[in-house]
């Protein structure tokens, strides 16, 4: 039967400040849920926030903002740690159509000026400990750095945050955005030496969110932690997560065991997302089992598996359910979850189930969906897909290939339909959370006078998921050791990407053509820290 | 700073089949995601289907459809009662684009052919048992009967639905489906005596159903009911809500005690979604208190409040938690919920906190939005909000006025910041789930020449939620009774249409224009059907 002309569309007149779906509407809609309920705990800055006083705070970041000639699509930079601020500053971002472009601050000066350019910053949001590292950067700029986020004695010429916002409207901004909008750009590390800035559209950071309190069991009732980094998508999604259901969480500058055990016994923390190293951390502390750990119910934990011995003992000495979450930045996060009640049911680096708004696929290098049980390049498709990379059409185009992200992670659905991990696709290691190109690693290794030939591997490590380790051979006559060329790269790259270690072999295993096998390398050397640990 | 030329639009490369949010999504992700887990249990049908096994019926189906010439944009009714085939061609349906127009059968004959003629239905599935009642309607009509559902035993010349998916493929159909598309057209009636069209998008549809898992408690380890009409957006947003975390559903034509009993106690039923007069009914049961429950834990109900002494008597007999959940049509549900926690806290109709992708506001007649504290109209905002209403400009307009869609409920926000129902703002009565038109029932019974004047009025009544309820004023020497009204009434109007009582008075509660004042009256019998139980 004929199509009418128009029939899908022309019946639409609701308009968009209606049924919009964008990220600012989380703040705005916990504060008119919720007004009175305690939003952020920081103890570290000794403040409490309900979600009414929070959204009052986040306009305020929004007017100041436009006050400074910020608008809708203008880049906000930020370099910073965990704080009320950062958070504020976020969602200040969100509600005026400003795209929020966290940079981490432990990368070198360097990459936080590429950034800062590849991202044409219009304005930069800054820790006040951190000003020094980027005033140099800001100088030859035309950048406004907006204000100083107070979380030390630092002194700077520029205002701090608070004062910027103080005496601003406490009032919802007037922006139009739409779902579609540019909500964030996150740098992530590729294959090649220069990060890749992820296009984080309103509907995919809001449905990623919303994953949380469908598959990762978050309800109203939580008191959830927030330790791991904010620049990083996987922390900043369970904050979002939380609000969507009204949950508290209590915001710390970083991890800190003695932190995390006050705020389990002092403010009934429920449902925490940590590493594996920081839950081993407080497994190890002599006081634990002496500790009141009752209200913890659900650990969350990321970035690399726990063993099953390991997990057994934290089960009983936490007394909650543990579960895996996994996602990366350009399919924001959590995109599966290892759920508790699969927890010691198997063995190896397992992912579990896809989470509600996400699709997962084993695709082969031709494009074509493989069967279960058969090994292939993990796929997914949904509204928490980023839009592509900013400024590199081919990378984006080669992201997207045969209608799916590829996340270049290996892997196969076992025969009870669990996702498990088997192997990274191309050359990046993932150390603490964040992509590490092991090319950039290599070549500037390769610059110091000492090594001949190396490859750059990563090994499982229980603080870092994968640790940056070198395998050198050393150029002849050469007479540094080991620790010196560990030092050298600690000065050139930033400290998630130095090698971890650093080991002299004779040679390494490569192919009849001469190609490095970095695949064999690692599969050997696979219990290297293990043994470390052990000796 | 100056906005560059198309900042937010230029980068987006990704395409729609990737990052797109539409409801026939929902049932290949779950299969995706839960390939062999238990998606529906049809007792009465005695069929179970595992999510694979559901999703490639609906594939069937999907071809099927496109089979018969179907295409995105086309409308397809349905007259059905609850049946896995009701579900398979609603998902079918919004895998194609098709718009999927559900219509209760329980309206007049006369009221099927109006919604059929202004949806512009071009084909029709249709309950073998009520095919003869649509026939007629067909006979003269451009609708094509495309099969009936077997459910009962009725000879009809059309082939049944599973005859006509049967033999199509089980793949997924290849259809371009945006966010905003139309997805289901469901009618519900206003202040006038026709139904309207209300328009609700694939986002909203999604959007509200993710409501359910993050503000409804319900997680993927619950065995929900579907004993609640599918035809009504209530029941279908709770279904899609298990399938966005893959929970289980057990679908049942109607509510049955004896059914929903065995569901508990054989399928493990843990969470349940059924009006007040359900659980009462069960309450009531000589054996409730030696059948065993422990399965049961969360117990949604909706359309009417229940009074705490009998809350109390439910909470512990079925040691269950239970919520309130609201929503309409228009705002696709669950908007808001009243949690558990607050259950027996507060007296009267109270509907609680908003979910999570809902915006609900208190406006009063000029627009502007009101304080805590104070009565005006429930506004909502939120992307499972409606699109409008099929050709009808004024109605949509009105509906959409000040930039919010109105409700027609009058409530107010408490000190606590839980929203409480007041009144119905329009001469509408929402009985058994559905708007009945007060006018239309009144015209109707005018032309009964017993009746000289008569008002109709909601009371509350915990079968209907509000009961339909007349008060006439008998025409001089009319030797009609009560009864006889009655009766012409339901020979008029559809059963949950019909006055559910009807009292003659001497006169109504006027203004001193000579206007009814139906408030009063309302008010004044509040307790009609109360006193009728205690008597």
Redesign the interface.
Known sequence: ?P??EG???D?????N?????VGG?IA??AA?????KLAFIAPEQDEELTFEAFNRRVNRAAHAFQEE??????RLAIVGGNSLQFLTAYFGALKT?IVFTPINPEITSEDIGYELDHS?A?ALLVDDVLYPKVEPLVADRDIDVLATITVGDEDSPVPSFDEVIDGQSPTEPAVEIH????AQIMYTSGTTSRPKGV?L?H??IT?GS?NV???G?L???DVTSCVMPLFHCAQLTMVKGAM???ATTVVRRSFDPDGFLEDVEQRDLTWSFMLPAMYNGLLARPDIEDRDLSSLRYCLYAMAPIGNETLERAIETFDADFALGSGQTEAYPPTCIY?P?WQLEKEGNYWG??A??????IMDDDGTLLDRGEVGEIVY????????Y?KN?EA??EA?AH???HSGDMGFFDED?LLKFVDRKKDIIKSGGENVSTQKVESTLLDHPAVEELAVVGIPHERWGEAVTAFVIPAEGADADTEDIREYASEHLAGFESPKAVEFVEELPKTATGKIQKFQLAEHEADYYQEQVDD
């Open positions: 039967m199509q009418e029939t899908q569309k019946t639409v007149t609701r308009s400040e209606i049924a919009r779906m509407d705005r809609r008119n849920r919720t007004p009175q000639g910020l608008e809708s699509g203008d159509g044409e219009d779902d579609e909008d540019l296009l559209s509907k995919a449905t919303l309190s469908a598959s069991d309800t109203r009732n969507h259901v009204s759920h009640e189930h896809a509600a708004n996400t699709d997962i696929a498709r949904g509204p928490n897909v980023m839009d592509g900013l059409e984006t185009e997207f209608g799916w992200f339909g």
